[in-house]
């Protein structure tokens, strides 16, 4: 073993803006004599957190996310992904103290706007220093990291049928039920990544070039983010979770909601190659009182998600196409079981570039700024 390896427990952090993301690496118990040095303290936090799935009433560990056989700094182990409320930072605090995380010398690498914010917090509760890393050089450090890792880790939705999306994709309205029945998930070989960009959809969005390891510039973003989308659809339909929002998006229909070509146009139009079924105007209807009032709930949540994934998605193809790049990969958690916005991007991609772009994802959505924080043990 590597003595001058830092102390256990190693953790990485993200504080973001909505969420905490931690990752926790678990040591193999392989080596009898290792574990014995082990302290009650760190036991009874590798068993809290190996044990369970939920922490408190908010806490919850994507169980399915996990990585066993992942070495850092020589050490075998298991990587464990842990999300909560970033509104929760306090109770998180508290319950990291009862299991006496306040009694080991230690220090979290952590990354996003709360590892500013809550710094003094960690200091006070737990007698820990956060070690700040910058949120990008995070982020593609995680990206790449899991990706060599996992061979599933990339993938992209494929339409099933023969032909290329863009070719019917005017007898097809793009946003039925009918439309994005037709995509699979298929794995993708991302092995040759460069250059790339990739699109971080948090509560505001990123847009990165990576053209290296190393080298990787923010070349636009946007407010209009997973925020948008959860703060739009709580105002509009009264839900209170993620998970309620995109149910209700699940089953809704956003043509009552936004006015399409065709309700311009009587049918497509032509010259421009703009479908009937085409969004004309986000949200166009619901100037007319008689369609405010036919409008449902679930028809207001599908098109607060069809329009907040629709921007997103032309603003990737426009920073894809100003740098000449074709590969577009988008993680974050506004696609965590979120289906639907990750085939609306490939759609939207394959579509207005003519199937020259390809819309990539990655399993591990949100966790790469934290995982990026980790990989600072692998030093
Ligand atoms: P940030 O670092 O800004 O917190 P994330 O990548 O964690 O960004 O993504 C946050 C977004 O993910 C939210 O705005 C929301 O759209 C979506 N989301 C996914 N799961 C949840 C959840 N359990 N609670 C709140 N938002 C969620």
Same mark, same amino acid.
């Given at each position: 073993?590597?003595?001058?390896?830092?102390?256990?427990?190693?953790?990485?952090?993200?504080?973001?803006?909505?969420?905490?993301?931690?990752?926790?690496?678990?040591?193999?118990?392989?080596?009898?004599?290792?574990?014995?040095?082990?302290?009650?303290?760190?036991?009874?936090?590798?068993?809290?957190?190996?044990?369970?799935?939920?922490?408190?009433?908010?806490?919850?560990?994507?169980?399915?996310?996990?990585?066993?056989?992942?070495?850092?700094?020589?050490?075998?182990?298991?990587?464990?992904?842990?999300?909560?409320?970033?509104?929760?930072?306090?109770?998180?605090?508290?319950?990291?103290?009862?299991?006496?995380?306040?009694?080991?010398?230690?220090?979290?690498?952590?990354?996003?706007?709360?590892?500013?914010?809550?710094?003094?917090?960690?200091?006070?509760?737990?007698?820990?220093?956060?070690?700040?890393?910058?949120?990008?050089?995070?982020?593609?450090?995680?990206?790449?990291?899991?990706?060599?890792?996992?061979?599933?880790?990339? +993938?992209?939705?494929?339409?099933?049928?023969?032909?290329?999306?863009?070719?019917?994709?005017?007898?097809?309205?793009?946003?039925?039920?009918?439309?994005?029945?037709?995509?699979?998930?298929?794995?993708?070989?991302?092995?040759?990544? +460069?250059?790339?960009?990739?699109?971080?959809?948090?509560?505001?969005?990123?847009?990165?070039?990576?053209?290296?390891?190393?080298?990787?510039?923010?070349?636009?973003?946007?407010?209009?983010?997973?925020?948008?989308?959860?703060?739009?659809?709580?105002?509009?339909?009264?839900?209170?979770?993620?998970?309620?929002?995109?149910?209700?998006?699940?089953?809704?229909?956003?043509?009552?909601?936004?006015?399409?070509?065709?309700?311009? +146009?009587?049918?497509?139009?032509?010259?421009?190659?703009?479908?009937?079924?085409?969004?004309?105007?986000?949200?166009?209807?619901?100037?007319?009182?008689?369609?405010?009032?036919?409008?449902?709930?679930?028809?207001?949540?599908?098109?607060?998600?069809?329009?907040?994934?629709?921007?997103?998605?032309?603003?990737?193809?426009?920073?894809?196409?100003?740098?000449?790049?074709?590969?577009?990969?988008?993680?974050?958690?506004?696609?965590?079981?979120?289906?639907?916005?990750?085939?609306?991007?490939?759609?939207?991609?394959? +579509?207005?570039?003519?199937?020259?772009?390809?819309?990539?994802?990655?399993?591990?959505?949100?966790?790469?700024?934290?995982?990026?924080?980790?990989?600072?043990?692998?030093?």
């Amino acid at each position: 073993p590597d003595n001058s390896a830092p102390p256990m427990p190693w953790f990485g952090m993200d504080i973001g803006g909505t969420l905490t993301k931690l990752v926790y690496f678990e040591p193999r118990e392989s080596n009898r004599r290792e574990l014995d040095k082990e302290t009650e303290v760190l036991k009874n936090i590798r068993r809290y957190l190996t044990r369970n799935s939920a922490y408190g009433n908010t806490g919850r560990r994507d169980v399915h996310l996990q990585m066993d056989n992942v070495t850092i700094r020589n050490r075998r182990g298991t990587l464990h992904f842990i999300r909560f409320p970033s509104s929760e930072v306090g109770a998180f605090l508290q319950l990291a103290r009862s299991k006496g995380m306040a009694a080991l010398v230690n220090t979290i690498y952590a990354t996003g706007g709360g590892a500013y914010k809550f710094e003094e917090d960690f200091i006070k509760e737990v007698n820990m220093r956060l070690d700040k890393l910058d949120e990008l050089d995070a982020l593609i450090a995680g990206v790449l990291f899991v990706e060599a890792m996992n061979p599933q880790e990339c +993938y992209y939705w494929a339409p099933l049928e023969e032909h290329p999306v863009h070719e019917h994709a005017s007898d097809t309205p793009p946003y039925s039920e009918q439309a994005l029945s037709m995509y699979v998930r298929k794995p993708y070989d991302f092995s040759n990544p +460069y250059p790339f960009i990739l699109v971080n959809i948090g509560s505001g969005v990123s847009v990165l070039v990576v053209t290296g390891p190393d080298d990787c510039r923010r070349v636009s973003g946007t407010s209009l983010g997973g925020g948008t989308f959860l703060g739009l659809c709580c105002l509009l339909t009264g839900c209170a979770s993620f998970e309620e929002a995109l149910a209700l998006a699940a089953r809704g229909d956003n043509t009552p909601v936004d006015k399409l070509v065709r309700d311009i +146009y009587g049918g497509d139009y032509a010259r421009f190659r703009l479908p009937g079924d085409l969004v004309a105007s986000s949200f166009g209807h619901m100037c007319a009182a008689e369609r405010r009032a036919a409008v449902s709930r679930a028809d207001l949540a599908r098109a607060t998600l069809v329009t907040i994934t629709n921007n997103i998605g032309s603003i990737a193809r426009l920073c894809a196409l100003n740098e000449n790049i074709d590969k577009v990969v988008f993680c974050g958690n506004f696609l965590r079981v979120n289906p639907l916005s990750m085939k609306l991007l490939s759609y939207a991609m394959a +579509y207005w570039s003519r199937g020259a772009l390809k819309a990539l994802f990655l399993q591990h959505e949100g966790y790469f700024g934290a995982v990026g924080c980790l990989l600072q043990f692998d030093d």
